[in-house]
């Protein structure tokens, strides 16, 4: 029996759309660009500069202080280095730094509401361009003194951010960098945040390859000098489920635990993996 078209609900646009990028996707199935010694000493030069912003951001850090203050300091030096903020306008997003605070994963919007205080932490993200190459960069602090639970997820997540760096080597699997953070991460019982991924670098905050938290050793695409990530374990003290606030960016834990988040920018190099952010 035919159908009936006319029952079909069909949106011609989306439809389209989809067999286009489908299309895309087969005719390019993952461009991951190799960066040229060049390149990656700009991006070095970059992530530079985002150090000194980070450090600007650390200093605030306390109690009292607001995640509008964290903001200011890193307005103000981003502003006398005369770099660009990454993060400001990228998709309408307000801020220079995302700011998440406990049980916010990532993508905090600063404000003067966001007080610190005694025992929280409080997740700092920010990515710069210079001469046109990004780098992007993620912290946690803790407020003063935090229970021992909370340092051990800072410095666990810390650790498995270390141990996916050591596998971004030629000749390894992209997986292998997932399954470094996983490992580490799910044998304390914490939860790998799934939605939010790292991701390639370079003239654009986000290009190709998506560098998942979580996967299988030795799968993946084959890692190549020339390669350059940005690498950012999420990882939560509970379950590994987030969900995004009505502000439309603030993603948080959905069993309200504790979030943590380390980023950098490294590149894959004959000599070994090579942090960009330091
Ligand atoms: N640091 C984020 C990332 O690594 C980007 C922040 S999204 C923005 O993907 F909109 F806040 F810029
Ligand atoms: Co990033």
């Excluded at 502003?79 to 990532?106: M, R």
């Excluded at 361009?129 to 997820?153: C, E, I, M, R």
Aim: net charge neutral; glycine share 10%; with cysteine.
């Amino acid at each position: 029996m035919a159908r009936d078209r006319s029952k079909i609900p069909f949106n011609l646009v989306e439809y389209v759309t989809q067999l286009v990028d489908r299309f895309d996707r087969r005719k390019k199935p993952m461009a991951i660009q190799i960066k040229t010694a060049a390149e990656i000493e700009k991006m070095r030069i970059s992530g530079i500069a985002l150090r000194k912003v980070h450090n600007a951001v650390k200093a605030v850090v306390k109690p009292g202080a607001t995640t509008m203050d964290m903001e200011r300091a890193a307005q103000a030096v981003v502003d006398e280095l005369g770099c660009k903020a990454a993060f400001k306008g990228y998709h309408g997003y307000p801020a220079v730094l995302c700011t998440s605070v406990n049980h916010e994963v990532i993508h905090g919007i600063p404000s003067e509401k966001g007080v610190l205080k005694e025992g929280d932490i409080v997740s700092v993200d920010c990515g710069v361009v210079v001469d046109g190459y990004f780098s992007d960069a993620a912290v946690t602090y803790p407020v003063g003194n935090v229970s021992p639970a909370v340092a051990k997820l800072l410095k666990v997540t810390e650790a498995s951010l270390y141990a996916a760096i050591d596998k971004a080597v030629v000749g390894g699997r992209l997986f292998d960098i997932g399954n470094a953070v996983q490992t580490m991460c799910e044998k304390e019982g914490y939860g790998v945040v799934r939605e939010f991924v790292g991701h390639g670098i370079g003239r654009n905050m986000h290009e190709d390859p998506q560098v998942p938290n979580y996967g299988q050793a030795g799968k993946g695409p084959r890692l190549k000098a020339g390669m350059v990530l940005a690498i950012e374990p999420m990882i939560n003290a509970g379950t590994h489920e987030v969900k995004v606030l009505e502000d439309g960016w603030t993603a948080v834990t959905t069993d309200g635990s504790m979030s943590a988040h380390f980023e950098h920018t490294v590149a894959i190099t004959k000599d070994g993996p090579v942090i960009l952010t330091l």
